[in-house]
């Protein structure tokens, strides 16, 4: 891997034992638009972002899934038939080609911020008038407010696409606070991502999306029937049963 591409991944462990798995190396910045999408999933099929390829362990879950992992899998290598992970999340709402959540307060638990918090900057509302709105509508979507929602807490976004028969999914992690104060950077202005050339399978299944999208907008927080629940695995961008509609629809400046 050339040395420009080291920087965008999280450190993998210096140290091992016979029964401590080694930690995985993860993609590190934001995901923001589909073609953000488009070149991770080229990425992870020519080698240069690495997979995931087996589960997490419960353990390993607080430490890896954080604000700034990028996370890419098949089902069938890695054997995940339902990703999970150590938060509470919000119902899903749509957003462009992107399912998104938000993370929620634990009724049950102390009300504090989350312990991983990487910035300082307080609630989005003490500070509207200084954010770009156009910034906004990628980091949140929707959920720029919402019930019961955890102040400073994470953001999740997810997309999976089926490219020549295999279904490859990824999530994204971050603090809405990191891309504000560009601590993440997106793939798209990381040089050896941005520089790679997307494949004609990517192409055709990006562009089989945004041709099969469905007139009109899902209701606000009730995501398509195609869709499931929050901590699940992301469904496809595109449902594949004969008579489905899509459930997705373009986002017309991602690309």
Request: proline residues 8%; contains cysteine.
């Amino acid at each position: 891997m050339s040395h420009g591409a080291a920087h965008a991944f999280a450190p993998a462990s210096t140290t091992t034992t016979p029964t401590t798995p080694t930690k995985p190396e993860i993609l590190r910045g934001w995901v923001k638009t589909t073609r953000d999408a488009m070149l991770v999933f080229e990425a992870t099929r020519v080698g240069i972002v690495p997979r995931v390829t087996r589960r997490f362990h419960e353990l390993e879950k607080r430490s890896i899934i954080r604000s700034g992992a990028i996370f890419v899998f098949t089902e069938e290598e890695s054997g995940i038939k339902r990703w999970t992970d150590p938060y509470l999340w919000s119902a899903s709402r749509m957003q462009g080609n992107f399912l998104m959540y938000r993370e929620r307060d634990d009724e049950h638990g102390p009300q504090m911020d989350s312990p991983y918090r990487c910035s300082a900057m307080s609630s989005f509302t003490e500070y509207a008038e200084l954010l770009d709105p156009e910034l906004e509508h990628y980091i949140l979507g929707s959920w720029n407010k919402g019930k019961g929602l955890k102040k400073n807490g994470l953001m999740k976004k997810a997309i999976s696409i089926s490219i020549e028969g295999t279904v490859y999914h990824l999530i994204s992690y971050y603090y809405p606070s990191d891309v504000r104060s560009g601590v993440l950077q997106t793939p798209s202005s990381m040089p050896h991502l941005a520089s790679l050339e997307l494949s004609p399978a990517i192409m055709r299944s990006f562009s089989q999306v945004r041709h099969s999208t469905a007139p009109g907008k899902p209701k606000r927080g009730r995501p398509p029937r195609s869709y499931v629940p929050p901590h699940s695995t992301p469904l496809h961008v595109s449902c594949t049963k004969a008579g489905a509609s899509s459930s997705s629809r373009g986002l017309p400046d991602s690309f």
